[in-house]
């Protein structure tokens, strides 16, 4: 799809498609398991123990990452399905933004690449491997 104010490119077949996680940063994975299991968040992966947790959201999810280093500096990162990972990540390029890394693909069957908006919240273009 093009716009008027765009023109067409070949990256138009790179589109978001879905929310699918948004990653928040603990310095206390047991209090935070603790505190989304009592308001009926599932795990669907990780638990107290872990340094990462993931709960299910409908067909989304809540990450639960732990940082043990001085005051927690890192907010989180919103993750983003997106039609085509290496299609978006060139129209990033295309668009002047410079991500962190090239796509890859992930032990946890996505691949993906993160970019940093702005204002320093973290992204995550990711699609199911």
Do not use: C
């Not at 639960?64 to 299609?87: F, K, L, N």
């Amino acid at each position: 799809m093009t716009s008027p104010l765009m023109p067409p490119s070949d990256h138009d077949d790179a589109r978001v498609e879905s929310l699918s996680a948004i990653t928040l940063a603990t310095h206390d994975m047991p209090r935070a398991v603790r505190f989304y299991e009592a308001l009926g968040f599932r795990i669907v992966h990780g638990g107290a123990n872990e340094a990462f947790t993931s709960f299910a959201l409908g067909t989304s999810f809540l990450n639960i990452t732990s940082e043990t280093h001085g005051p927690i500096q890192w907010w989180g990162r919103v993750i983003i399905y997106v039609s085509d990972v290496d299609a978006f990540y060139r129209k990033a390029r295309a668009n002047g933004i410079e991500p962190q890394f090239a796509p890859r693909d992930a032990p946890w069957n996505e691949r993906y690449f993160h970019l940093t908006d702005p204002d320093g919240h973290e992204l995550s273009f990711a699609r199911p491997l």
